[in-house]
């Protein structure tokens, strides 16, 4: 069956360090993957978007890698600020999918002082 | 406004009641999406408009879900004969267009409530 995981349990970092979240997915053949970031009670809001034949992209602070073979992307925020505090998601768009998404359930971040 | 905007806010209706949730999308957006969030999990697809026309429906869970967007640009959600397990955060999205890799934007979504 098709899967899309990520890190059920909170990520608690401490302020100033590299959060590395995991998004790994099973029996899909992506064209493109996008993280999303929520807050309660607010809809996603896009973040990055990395295609199947792109390794890495980078946005200020923001890094995400896609590997297809090992059917995973890294989602990393370098220097991490208590503002960074939320649930990131990400989600994936198959070929000839339009651009219907298919979400993972998402992984909450909490950054401390 | 500037972005997605979804109203009501909020719904709470009894079982077996009917519903409309309604987007209006960020003006000029071609594609309008529909999701469904739960507690603790992330959105789920309902269905998809390319215009006024759905590009893909596969999403809904059965004949009691219908969205329309007779004019290619608001769009209304409505849910027959709720039940309890109806009970989410429907969320609006719109991008630019709908078969290139878009960014989706948003709406805060209308959370439901089936008594």
């Known amino acids: 069956s098709q899967k899309i995981e990520q890190n059920s349990e909170a990520l608690n970092i401490q302020e100033g360090k590299t959060a590395t979240l995991t998004c790994n997915y099973t029996?899909?053949?992506?064209?493109?993957l996008q993280w999303y970031r929520q807050d309660p009670g607010r809809g996603p809001v896009f973040l990055l978007l990395?295609?199947?034949?792109?390794k890495e992209k980078r946005k200020e602070r923001l890094k995400v890698t896609f590997d297809t073979t090992l059917k995973q992307s890294l989602f990393h925020i370098t220097a991490s600020q208590p503002a960074d505090s939320a649930t990131y998601l990400c989600?994936?768009?198959?070929?000839?999918?339009?651009?219907?998404?298919?979400f993972g359930t998402g992984t909450q971040l909490k950054v401390e002082l | 406004g500037a972005g997605v905007s979804q109203t009501p806010s909020n719904k709470v209706t009894e079982k077996g009641k009917y519903v409309e949730l309604r987007c209006d999308p960020i003006?000029?957006?071609?594609?309008l999406y529909w999701y469904r969030q739960s507690l603790g999990q992330g959105p789920e697809f309902l269905i998809y408009?390319?215009?006024?026309?759905?590009?893909?429906d596969s999403g809904l869970p059965n004949d009691r879900f219908f969205a329309v967007r007779p004019e290619g640009s608001v769009s209304t959600l409505k849910i027959q004969r709720t039940e309890r397990g109806d009970s989410a955060v429907y969320l609006c999205?719109?991008?630019?267009?709908?078969?290139?890799?878009?960014?989706?934007?948003f709406g805060p979504g209308t959370r439901l409530t089936v008594l």
């Open positions: 999205a719109s991008s630019l267009m709908g078969q290139h890799p878009n960014e989706q934007f």
């Open positions: 029996n899909y053949s992506p064209a493109y």
């Open positions: 990395i295609r199947e034949n792109e």
């Open positions: 989600a994936l768009a198959l070929t000839g999918g339009g651009n219907k998404l298919t």
């Open positions: 003006s000029g957006h071609t594609a």
């Open positions: 408009f390319q215009g006024t026309g759905a590009a893909d």
